[in-house]
């Protein structure tokens, strides 16, 4: 089913204020194509179809994908201290020297011009660097907290997709029951003039009905524009333009909570809730912070190999050639450094203690939001059946009070009424459902388990359109 543009909306309703009062025609075409539009030009997008889309295109998990190849690099900068070095040098000059020699005879100066080379290859290979170590390990704990942070921001994405999907959804269903109020109210116009005329009804409901379906425009107009925003909402994510999407199937089935006790949701989401364990190598992270700075204290010893070859390299060795090749150890030991290390330590022992506040803290807001999440998916499952009982009342009372404005025991006025609450029934399923959904999803994503497979147990309750 399209919709139809707000423009064209508009015209219709200028055209039909121009029909006057007695003439109704509020019939809007909603079904009728937008301009330039071929009836079913674009197929339905379905969920699946969406989250590809957005693994593609959406900007968010882009920029969290590249950050996280960035992020891969830390582990091979952390091991690069515990490697050996290499390294080599050559170079070459030319030399012009006045050599002045004293002698009883008088001074004498000699003149030379010559070409000097010398070249070096150096291996140092670290055998005690404690703050090599501490290097290496703060390497290896930021690589994984850019992996735990790459999994937030994928499980985010399902999240955030699936939100703006039943988002753009549930305005289109409102749309649609919008259209078919208004189409009901219009109806109940048009009978309420006809027992006017034939002297059965009153002007009083004449009056309340053009008041509801007045009413029922405006609400026309306004689900047309929530239809717009939803739509260009999810296609910034997805990279295309929305059209039509999966309903919600009529066949909405409950599904049974699994792990059922909080407790056991509790256990899960600090183990591997991403955030979490995000904080938790923040903490790791510090704590080598600590062991890099006090190292500044320790000696460190090294194996140093070289090899050099030198020709002329000094007015000393001239015309002299040489070639070297040394092996041994090198100990540094660092005596006083103005109380560099001593400061940078305490600071360093500051931010671990605050690294340990925030996981406290994270872990805290966590268990907060999986309560929340885990009671509104339980009581998203009571509303669900309340809502539906509802409606099902409401589509009785639509019925009956149908019947009683036949038999002369009602008013047209209660049936507009019967009808109000009928859709208002209708929207509260709708929205029972889809808050039933994201719950299912948001709980497990404050557990951090959230995946592909939620993703696909979702997908089923969307149909596509035949």
Not at 128 to 141: L, N, T
Not at 170 to 182: G, K, N, V
Request: with cysteine.
């Amino acid at each position: 089913m399209t919709t139809l543009p707000l423009t064209r909306l508009l015209a219709s309703l200028v055209c039909a204020a121009a029909l006057g009062q007695g003439q109704l025609a509020f019939a809007v075409d909603m079904t009728a194509p937008a301009s330039g539009q071929a009836p079913d030009a674009a197929p339905a997008l379905g969920l699946l179809q969406a989250y590809d889309a957005a693994l593609a295109n959406d900007p968010a998990y882009r920029a969290a994908r590249h950050e996280n190849e960035a992020g891969q690099e830390y582990k091979v900068l952390g091991k690069s201290h515990l490697l050996p070095v290499l390294s080599a040098n050559y170079s070459t000059h030319k030399n012009r020297a006045d050599i002045t020699t004293a002698s009883v005879q008088g001074d004498r100066t000699e003149q030379r011009n010559y070409t000097s080379l010398a070249a070096a290859v150096q291996l140092r290979q670290p055998l005690f660097y404690p703050e090599g170590i501490a290097r290496y390990r703060q390497g290896m704990a930021q690589t994984l907290v850019s992996d735990a942070q790459f999994s937030a921001r994928s499980q985010d994405l399902i999240v955030r997709l699936v939100t703006l999907y039943a988002g753009a959804q549930y305005a289109r269903d409102q749309l649609e029951q919008a259209t078919a109020q208004r189409q009901a109210y219009a109806e109940q116009r048009q009978s309420a003039e006809r027992m006017l005329q034939n002297g059965e009804g009153t002007r009083t409901e004449v009056l309340e009905a053009q008041a509801k379906l007045d009413l029922a425009l405006a609400q026309l107009i306004e689900a047309s524009d929530n239809l717009v925003n939803a739509n260009d909402a999810l296609a910034a994510v997805v990279g295309r333009k929305v059209t039509a999407l999966d309903p919600l199937s009529n066949d909405f089935q409950v599904r049974s909570m699994q792990p059922a006790s909080f407790e056991e949701w509790k256990e899960v989401a600090l183990a591997n809730n991403p955030e979490i364990l995000a904080q938790r190598l923040a903490v790791e992270i510090a704590r080598e912070e600590i062991n890099k700075i006090q190292a500044g204290h320790a000696p460190r010893l090294d194996l140093v190999a070289s090899a050099g070859k030198n020709n002329s390299d000094t007015i000393n060795t001239f015309s002299q050639k040489t070639n070297i090749a040394s092996i041994g150890l090198q100990l540094t030991i660092p005596l006083y450094a103005g109380g560099s290390v001593s400061a940078a330590a305490r600071q360093a022992v500051s931010n671990h203690e605050k690294a340990q506040a925030d996981l406290d803290t994270r872990t805290s807001q966590v268990l907060v939001e999986l309560r929340k999440q885990y009671h509104l998916t339980q009581s998203s499952v009571s509303r669900i059946s309340a809502t539906a009982a509802a409606l099902r009342s409401a589509q009785l009372l639509v019925e009956a009070t149908q019947k009683s404005v036949r038999g002369g025991q009602r008013t047209n006025l209660d049936v507009l009424n019967a009808q109000q609450q009928l859709y208002e029934a209708r929207r509260d399923l709708s929205l029972a459902r889809f808050n039933y959904l994201l719950g299912f999803l948001r709980l497990r994503y404050s557990a951090g388990t959230l995946g592909m497979a939620d993703l696909k147990d979702i997908a089923v309750y969307f149909v596509a359109s035949r």
